[in-house]
């Protein structure tokens, strides 16, 4: 079965840092674009980074320069590392895959989401 | 930030047609493929339409997209109690490198 889950969530302090997992089952992580897509409560999606299956990543302006995207392809999982952050990055946290492995045409597989939140 | 403009509710009675539309730019709908996701209450969202059109297996062919330069729009016809949910938006922006969302619409069934 195609799942994505996600865990590293929790609550941390303003200027503090956090690391978010995405284990993925069924498909291969570094064959695929994956996304970080968050939710902060009560609002939209924001797309918050990708990195491509050759490796590229880019990130929203929202989070560039503090959050860094990458992939363990040993462990079939994906990360995002979260430093510096703020009360505006209080959101659920979703990973997601590319249906399609070089071109983005729509995200097909999500995780579950885990909850970030930025409290002193 | 929210980059492609939807309106924030849309509602209807069961069975009937409702339409949703997604306005953009050139970098973004005017460029690429648009994508639509329905999301239930606490749940993760789900791709509903991919490539301006297409269903993935198992999507009602109740639900349609449709794109015209830099707008697009998602139709539910025959509309049911299970369709109340947030409806989104999405494409890729070629100024940004990464996806634009809509600003979201609640749809809800009289």
């Known amino acids: 079965e195609v799942q994505l889950v996600e865990s590293g969530g929790g609550l941390v302090q303003p200027g503090g840092s956090l690391r978010l997992s995405c284990a993925a089952s069924g498909f291969t992580v570094s064959s695929n674009y994956m996304s970080w897509v968050r939710q902060a409560p009560g609002k939209g999606l924001e797309w918050v980074s990708v990195i491509y299956s050759g490796g590229r990543t880019y990130y929203a302006d929202s989070v560039k320069g503090r959050f860094t995207i990458s992939r363990d392809n040993s462990k079939n999982t994906l990360y995002l590392q979260m430093n510096s952050l703020r009360a505006e990055d209080t959101a659920v946290y979703y990973c997601?895959?590319?249906?399609?492995?070089?071109?983005?045409?729509?995200?097909?597989?999500w995780g579950q989401g885990t909850t970030v939140t930025v409290s002193s | 930030q929210s980059v492609l403009t939807q309106p924030p509710s849309a509602s209807g009675t069961p069975g009937q047609r409702v339409t949703i539309s997604c306005s953009g730019s050139?970098?973004?709908?005017?460029?690429?493929?648009v994508n639509w996701y329905q999301q239930l209450p606490g749940a993760a969202p789900k791709l509903l339409i991919y490539?301006?059109?297409q269903r993935p297996s198992g999507v009602p062919d109740r639900f349609s997209g449709s794109k015209s330069g830099t707008s697009a729009s998602l139709a539910i016809s025959g509309l049911q109690s299970e369709d109340e949910a947030d409806y989104y938006c999405?494409?890729?922006?070629?100024?940004?490198?990464?996806?634009?969302f809509g600003t979201g619409t609640k749809v809800t069934v009289l």
């Open positions: 999405a494409a890729w922006d070629d100024s940004l490198n990464g996806y634009v």
């Open positions: 997601a895959r590319e249906m399609d492995s070089s071109s983005p045409i729509g995200m097909d597989v």
């Open positions: 050139s970098s973004n709908i005017g460029s690429n493929t």
């Open positions: 490539s301006n059109n």
